[in-house]
């Protein structure tokens, strides 16, 4: 089964700040990437899919980057609604797999 | 409007079993393939178990193969999950997610589920 790996697990910054996520999965999985977000007591939000490209309605600050086994979410200015939890996920195969998330937090 | 809405988490004791349900709407269901997701207290998220559109093909997680089985109605809209030989490292929000199509990222989520196994 692919594996995938985030990091950082916790990352702290301020408004404004350019932040960048990584993901990495444990054997090609070509561009079949997903991003979400989740605030506490909501559902995930599907953010970006095929590793770039931007759900509808996604604000455009949030930009996703990689294939392969390499991926990067970023988000080029980050604004008060950002600070949330990350997910990325792999469905090159169809057993889906999550990373284990990535909590923004305010500096 | 795409809805996805939940139902059928409970306290159950270990050893249990129970069936989750997921209604959908607004879109035309058969189209689609749906997961089932889980996010135990505090922790991150674990997909679970995929089954196509018609119904046919299903996949499952290691965690949960041979304990649990995914199913549709597609006369009904409804997405099913049946658990038992349930644990207590089952306890956890669960999530039906739709595919955008079949074997794609998760395009609309529902609310959740709360299965909780204790004795």
């Known amino acids: 089964d692919i594996q995938m790996t985030q990091s950082p697990s916790t990352l702290s910054a301020s408004v404004g700040d350019r932040v960048t996520i990584t993901c990495r999965a444990s054997?090609?999985?070509?561009?079949?990437l997903a991003w979400y977000q989740q605030k506490p007591g909501k559902a995930p939000k599907l953010l970006i899919y095929?590793?770039?490209s931007l759900e509808s309605g996604v604000p455009s600050r949030f930009s996703g980057s990689g294939s392969g086994t390499e991926f990067t979410l970023t988000i080029s200015s980050l604004q008060p609604d950002d600070f949330a939890t990350y997910y990325c996920?792999?469905?090159?195969?169809?057993?889906?797999?999550f990373g284990q998330g990535t909590k923004l937090e305010i500096k | 409007e795409v809805q996805l809405s939940e139902s059928g988490g409970d306290l159950v004791q270990p050893g249990g079993s129970l069936r989750l349900s997921c209604a959908a709407s607004?879109?035309?269901?058969?189209?689609?393939?749906m997961n089932w997701v889980r996010q135990a207290p505090g922790k991150g998220l674990e997909w679970l178990s995929s089954?196509?559109?018609?119904?046919?093909?299903?996949y499952y997680a290691g965690s949960v193969k041979g304990r649990f089985t995914i199913s549709r109605d597609n006369s009904k809209n409804t997405l099913y999950l049946q658990m038992t030989s349930l644990r207590a490292e089952d306890t956890a929000l669960y999530y039906c997610?739709?595919?955008?199509?079949?074997?794609?990222?998760?395009?609309?989520w529902g609310q959740g589920t709360l299965v909780t196994v204790s004795s």
């Open positions: 997610a739709k595919d955008y199509s079949n074997g794609h990222h998760l395009d609309c």
């Open positions: 607004g879109f035309i269901f058969s189209n689609n393939a």
């Open positions: 089954i196509s559109g018609s119904g046919g093909t299903t």
């Open positions: 054997q090609s999985i070509g561009s079949w």
């Open positions: 095929k590793a770039s």
């Open positions: 996920q792999q469905y090159n195969t169809y057993l889906y797999a």
